[in-house]
């Protein structure tokens, strides 16, 4: 079962910073992953809201500041907003990197830059998973490239997301752990899908997962998932 750090190591360094990435990689993760929105400037940032005021001291929509604005606010912490190619150059393949799609129209500018940090770098496409809950962009990307794998995000059960996953074609579903039972862990594996399962927080559910067989977690705490 391969272990997937949330948003970096969110439980231990504030969510979606290179601090927190880092943090994860000392914890030898199989991966990690991310949310990216695209700012007024064109860029994709690493933040999991659409607005700035839970995890930094801006306020606002992300969409509404440039890239240059974006690096006056800070985390708590004093951490700064990465962008996606500060992330792609940190971890440089070291993991797998999970990039989940929150904004809109994210998904063809991400793929434009995975694959120019491909040509210029240690990455390959086997490392990356491409996911989202929009599935519309999902479907965009597949008119766009077929070489990067798709991860189905549901907040709902297994069930629910197989008839997305087998039009897109997926490689992964991510069901929530709240809805996830050994049935359905079967049934998608029988399909041909890799399990990744969200927010996997405690021991308790990592054994269950376990038991299950699920192919991965998502978790905020990669140091006792380990």
């Known amino acids: ?113 995975l694959e120019a940090h491909i040509r210029t770098s240690k990455w390959e496409y086997d490392d990356f998973i491409i996911s989202s809950f929009d599935h519309t962009q999902l479907f965009e990307l597949k008119t766009v490239t077929s070489k990067f794998k798709l991860g189905v995000l549901t907040e709902d059960t297994i069930t629910k997301a197989l008839p997305v996953a087998k039009k897109l074609k997926a490689f992964s579903v991510h069901p929530p752990i709240y809805s996830l039972t050994q049935d359905e862990v079967n049934m998608a594996k029988a399909e041909g899908y890799m399990v990744y399962v969200w927010t996997v927080n405690t021991t308790e559910l990592i054994q269950q997962s376990k038991s299950w067989k699920v192919d991965g977690i998502i978790t905020d705490f990669p140091n006792f998932a380990s």
Request: proline share 1%; glycine share 10%; with cysteine.
């Open 1 to 113: 079962m391969k272990i997937f750090g949330h948003r970096g190591a969110a439980g231990l360094v504030a969510e979606n910073t290179l601090e927190s990435i880092k943090e994860a990689l000392k914890h030898k993760v199989d991966g990690i992953e991310i949310d990216v929105h695209r700012c007024k400037s064109g860029e994709l940032v690493v933040i999991h809201d659409e607005t700035l005021h839970r995890t930094t001291t801006g306020k606002g929509n992300v969409s509404d500041y440039t890239l240059l604005e974006l690096e006056q606010f800070t985390t708590e912490e004093g951490f700064m907003i990465p962008t996606l190619s500060q992330v792609l150059d940190l971890i440089d393949g070291q993991c797998t990197l999970n990039v989940e799609l929150k904004g809109k129209n994210t998904g063809v500018i991400a793929v434009t830059l």
